[in-house]
């Protein structure tokens, strides 16, 4: 079963690997990123990054469709990274009711991203693909680590406006 | 609940505390203490003493020093003699510390002792020449296989 999609810009690193991993009892981590396959610095990265465990998956968009898509994995606890709202929102287009949970944090700044979090930054277009996920009725809430505050979406879109 | 006391030779263990809260975000029970050229081994004695002391002394306590052969572990092994139920661990480094600040523990002894043996040889494995690791095979990716 899929645990939580995490959307984060590092994919999987110290807060990911370690605190959230650990808080949802993963035993996948399925990183989906079109990058990854074809960088080996990056895999060696995640691959030092997988706690003890822990079965470490890295797949382009699609190759992570075709794991959610399989139901042979449904006993497993599977965490799922992507860098981005957009890769987001195309692995739900794509999964079904799949991803029920997603979990947003690590977002840093850029052209035309407002603040929303100590260190998240959100753009038009991600409030956008939030909203669209929210209306499907999955959940979506940010939370740089288990113990920091989580914020809903309507105290995400209520920062974005803030600092517009 | 569980509580974690720190002791290193100067001020390694409050920037390897901050560092551990800066993955995990708050962890409760976690104190850092420096010892400095100056204190004898019965002073940092009495410095681990008053630091647990701060504590719920009902939960369990791990001590953990940075180096076997310094005068922080000295002075830790000392405190076993008051305190036999401590669990006393050196070789401090965030690849263990995290698991540490992580673990659970119960009011059983030897499952604890158990489970931290398992944490100490999952840590031995986070000390990494990196330049050795392969990066990983030939990825698989259309199949829907992990």
């Known amino acids: ?13 110290g807060q990911v690997a370690v605190a959230w991993v650990n808080f949802y009892k993963a035993d996948v981590i399925l990183i989906a990123n079109n990058q990854v396959i074809t960088d080996q610095a990056m ?3 995640f691959k030092l990054a997988t706690p ?10 699609d190759g992570a469709v075709a794991v959610i898509n399989n139901p042979k ?12 709202m957009q890769d987001a929102e195309y692995l739900c287009g794509k999964t079904e009711g799949a991803i029920k949970d ?3 944090g690590g977002l840093r700044s850029g052209e035309g991203k407002r603040q929303i979090d100590m260190n998240s930054y959100m753009s038009e277009d991600d409030i956008a693909v ?7 009725g999955r959940k979506i809430t940010m939370q740089p680590d288990p113990t920091a505050k989580s914020l809903t979406c309507e105290e995400i879109r209520k920062n974005f406006n803030k600092n517009g | 609940m569980k509580n974690i006391i720190l002791l290193t030779h100067g001020e390694f263990s409050k920037g390897i505390a901050q560092s551990c809260r800066f993955i995990l975000g708050d962890v409760p029970n976690l104190t850092a203490l420096s010892i400095t050229l100056d204190e004898s081994v019965a002073q940092t ?48 480094c965030l690849g263990l510390l995290l698991p540490l600040a992580m673990l659970e523990l119960t009011d059983d002894r030897e499952e604890n002792l158990a489970a931290i043996r398992t944490v100490l040889e999952e840590a031995r494995d986070t000390l990494v020449l990196v330049n050795d690791v392969e990066a990983a095979d030939a990825l698989q990716d259309e199949e829907g296989e992990l």
Request: aromatic share 4%.
């Open chain 1, 1 to 13: 079963m899929i645990k939580v999609l995490r959307v984060d810009d590092r994919l999987l690193h």
């Open chain 1, 43 to 45: 895999q060696t990265a």
């Open chain 1, 52 to 61: 003890p465990g822990v079965t470490l998956s890295m797949k382009s968009l």
């Open chain 1, 73 to 84: 994995h449904a006993s497993r606890t599977i965490m799922v990274v992507t860098k981005t």
């Open chain 1, 102 to 104: 997603i979990l947003l």
């Open chain 1, 130 to 136: 939030m909203n669209r996920l929210e209306q499907s």
């Open chain 2, 45 to 92: 004695k009495a410095m681990i003493e008053d630091a647990w002391k701060t504590f719920d002394n009902s939960a369990p306590t791990i001590l953990i020093t940075d180096i076997p052969g310094g005068s922080t572990t000295q002075s830790a092994i000392g405190i076993l003699a008051e305190h036999p139920d401590f669990y006393l661990i050196s070789g401090l």
